[in-house]
């Protein structure tokens, strides 16, 4: 081989090592600063608007995408007792947005029935899932960077609210801890709420997926 062609090999394969040391202690010191996780996403208030009464839906208005101030009108639902006919309004239970409608005009209801599911689109948060094992680090107050896929190259700015103060196994429907003899530990992980201090500009919606970075405290 020529002496050329070995001295840029040399190099070549120099350079590459110093960029490896490079990513790797930025990384380190990265993971000494940050809890980091991609088990996250954006998450909020959701509200199932509720038939009041019994009766036959009416001027439904609750369809996906529309939006209702506190108590405005989704629909009314009409009553029959006897000869006579009264109609009851639905009212928005806060500032929402329709996500999903599960009713129509004409369609008899009976009372508490889920008519629709709203959000509060500005009034969204950050879901982090955080490992039970590092969960002693998260402190509220603590800042926290806010990457979402659905927007790359973005970074987005929030802190912690509130510490979960169960597993979402505890919570979960069907939890999954055994009583058999089997049983194998599974590290648990802790529901980490975190707002954003600037809301996004860009459209964001519940299930959005989220990469999370949060600073350690100390």
């Not at 979402?168 to 590290?187: E, H, Q, W």
């Amino acid at each position: 081989m020529k002496k050329g062609v070995s001295r840029g090999l040399q190099i070549g394969g120099a350079v590459v090592v110093v960029a490896a040391v490079v990513f790797g202690g930025l990384r380190w010191n990265h993971s000494r600063q940050y809890i980091s996780t991609d088990d996250a996403y954006i998450d909020g208030q959701q509200y199932a608007i509720a038939s009041p009464v019994g009766g036959k839906i009416i001027d439904w208005q609750g369809t996906v995408g529309a939006t209702f101030a506190p108590n405005g009108t989704v629909g009314e639902v009409e009553e029959q007792s006897g000869d006579s006919t009264s109609t009851v309004s639905i009212p928005a239970p806060a500032n929402v947005s329709i996500i999903q409608q599960d009713t129509a005009d004409n369609e008899y209801v009976a009372a508490g029935t889920p008519l629709a599911y709203a959000y509060d689109m500005s009034k969204l948060w950050v879901t982090v899932n955080v490992k039970e094992t590092l969960i002693h680090e998260v402190h509220v107050g603590e800042p926290v960077d806010i990457s979402i896929d659905a927007y790359p190259g973005q970074t987005f700015h929030g802190q912690v609210a509130r510490i979960g103060l169960a597993t979402g196994d505890t919570l979960s429907v069907v939890p999954s801890s055994s009583n058999n003899a089997n049983f194998t530990k599974v590290t648990q992980i802790v529901p980490v709420k975190v707002t954003f201090t600037t809301y996004p500009d860009e459209p964001i919606v519940p299930g959005f997926d989220v990469t999370a970075h949060i600073k350690k405290n100390g």
